[in-house]
């Protein structure tokens, strides 16, 4: 009986724990990387743009020009094929191109008042026949 009271209810023990890390700066930093790494992990996709080419640019332009009989605004002959924003710049950028091109193979004229106003176009056939019929 030595070291034990003989009681008629045991005692309760408490135990305390306490929690100790042992962590350096560069185990924070790896551990901190590693969890953004997965969250960083994801599938991108990117939405394809429809762009106009300008070869199909020029198509167009050749059969819209070819039917017009007077200088046109280059925006009335795309209309039609703007329907959106982000298609009306494209439409724009590549029917300019493939108009600056169908100038310097001497399909079509370009004219232009102003800076920064509406670009005109007509056909170069339709210029001859005119100072074929006024002379």
């Known amino acids: 009986g ?3 009271f003989a009681r008629g209810m045991p005692e309760m023990v408490i ?3 306490r929690n100790a890390y042992s962590a350096s700066l560069y185990d924070l930093l790896t551990a901190y990387a590693q969890q953004r790494q997965k969250q960083a992990i994801n599938n991108v996709t990117i939405a394809r743009r429809g762009v106009w080419s300008l070869k199909d640019a020029r198509d167009i332009l050749t059969r819209l020009v070819g039917a ?3 200088w046109t605004a280059l925006e009335s ?3 039609a094929y703007m329907t959106s924003p982000e298609e009306r710049r494209t439409a724009i950028a ?3 191109a493939a108009t600056l091109e169908l100038v310097r193979d001497g399909t079509m004229d370009v004219r232009q008042d102003q800076t920064f106003a509406p670009i005109y176009l007509r056909g170069r056939t339709q210029a001859i026949k005119a100072v074929e019929v006024a002379s």
């Open 2 to 4: 030595r070291d034990v």
């Open 68 to 70: 017009a009989s007077d």
């Open 15 to 17: 135990v305390e724990k």
């Open 94 to 96: 590549s029917s300019f």
């Open 77 to 79: 002959f795309l209309i």
